[in-house]
């Protein structure tokens, strides 16, 4: 959506510039008439990418959500709760989507085809929301999307909190090493060259391997650049992903976080649909489309022709391998009971607490192992440099 720079004149005869992200140029003269601003010239702007701090995040869609849901509930009227919304978000570029979606109501558009219009509203979001309009139960869908929301933010912000220390750790433990590389060693190779003894070979090791990262680090650094860039653009490509998708699956450790992050996702998906009154099929096939592993996303497509052949869904499931046995005995009865989505909910709990602890698990066994190699390596160039210190000095050992 092109970013345009205007500038107006209001009814008090101030001139007012400002720039704000529209469909065309014509929808946003409307937009400024219907604010009681009179354009005077309108261009496109030459920054067409949004800043980081301007993006939308997924925060910022549980914000105006439940924002958007009180206001609801206060008895405003769906227009009027979004123009106030379009005035007061944070972020500018968010008022700008909302004034968008605004302008599209009083239209005569429905709010999910409005929502549709814009990516930062992901496709789970706006079918839950067209269920509600079609069943007059929006309040209420809005208050199920804002635990949908809460529950995976927090879900992935405790991962990443997990993930955090081990990083730090390297990336400290890597700068540290760099440095007595770089600096420190190359120093001390220069007194025991002016010296002019022979040294032992631990320390000869040490200043080789110096000699050749102070030379050669660019090389190193350029071939990480380079291997990183085209890692990810091959990725990117649809064999790069199938590629990769394949290799999650086979790496032992790897693979067992991924199909519980995957069950979990989907489960918790697949259940907040069925709640809001998404049709089963519809259900099955966004909830498949959340899942990040097309293997995976492929081989649970006989879901939806188990149910649309009047099979179920437990049968299906027990087929695609991608579920243990206990769940889809759990989905059995729970298509028994008529409270399959509460069970899929259910499901989705287990499996991420499972996916946590999991993490957690191997994370306390990571981070001794990083410890003692970070342990190893700054051991080895402090011992290395003291037996060539003492070696000259002539200090028994």
């Keep these: 959506m092109p970013l345009y720079v205007y500038e107006a004149v209001e009814r008090s005869g101030r001139k007012v510039r400002d720039s704000i992200s529209h469909p065309d140029e014509t929808s946003l003269k409307n937009y400024l008439r219907e604010k009681g601003l009179v354009p005077l010239s309108i261009r496109v702007s030459e920054s067409k990418e949004v800043s ?12 105006f959500t439940q924002e958007l849901g009180n206001l609801l509930d206060a008895g405003l009227p769906i227009d009027r709760a979004l123009y106030v919304l379009s005035e007061h978000a944070e972020k500018k570029t ?16 429905t709010l999910s085809s409005s929502l549709a219009r814009h990516k930062v509203f992901p496709r789970v979001y706006v079918n839950m929301i067209k269920a509600g309009e079609s069943g007059g139960i929006l309040e209420t869908v809005i208050k199920r999307l ?9 879900f992935r912000e405790e991962i990443t909190s997990a993930l955090i220390y081990p990083i730090l750790l390297t990336t400290v433990g890597g700068l540290a090493v760099a440095v007595l590389m770089l600096y420190v060693i190359p120093n001390f190779a220069k007194i025991f060259a002016d010296m002019g003894q022979a040294l032992p070979l631990p320390t000869l090791i040490l200043i080789t391997a110096s000699q050749a990262f102070s030379t050669y680090w660019w090389v190193v650094a350029a071939a ?38 995957i069950i ?20 099955i096939r966004i909830s498949r489309d959340v899942i990040d592993n097309e293997n995976v996303s492929k081989r649970l497509a006989v879901l939806e022709e188990g149910v649309s052949k009047g099979r179920g869904l437990s049968a299906p499931l027990r087929e695609s391998g ?4 206990i769940v889809a005995q759990m989905v059995t009865v729970g298509e028994e009971a008529g409270r399959l989505e509460e069970t899929f909910l259910l499901i989705a709990e287990r499996f991420e607490v499972d996916t946590k602890n999991l993490i957690k698990r191997f994370i306390s066994l990571f981070e001794p192992a990083l410890i003692l190699l970070m342990g190893l390596v700054v051991g080895f160039i402090v011992i290395s440099m003291l ?11």
């Design 224 to 261: 990480l650049g380079l291997g990183t860039f085209f890692i990810r653009g091959y990725v990117k490509t649809a064999e790069g992903k199938v590629y990769m998708d394949n290799l999650k699956l086979k790496i032992p450790m790897i693979r067992t976080i991924s199909m519980k992050l």
């Design 387 to 397: 037996v060539g210190i003492f070696s000259i000095n002539e200090i028994p050992m």
């Design 264 to 283: 979990a996702r989907f489960s918790r998906t697949f259940g907040t649909l069925l709640q809001s009154g998404v049709p089963i099929i519809e259900a």
């Design 146 to 154: 804002v635990i949908f929301l809460e529950t995976s933010i927090a």
């Design 94 to 109: 968010l008022r700008s989507v909302i004034r968008e979606i605004y302008i599209d109501i009083q239209k005569g558009n």
């Design 322 to 325: 991608i579920f243990p046995g």
């Design 52 to 63: 980081f701090l301007e993006r939308i995040t997924a925060k910022d869609i549980l914000i």
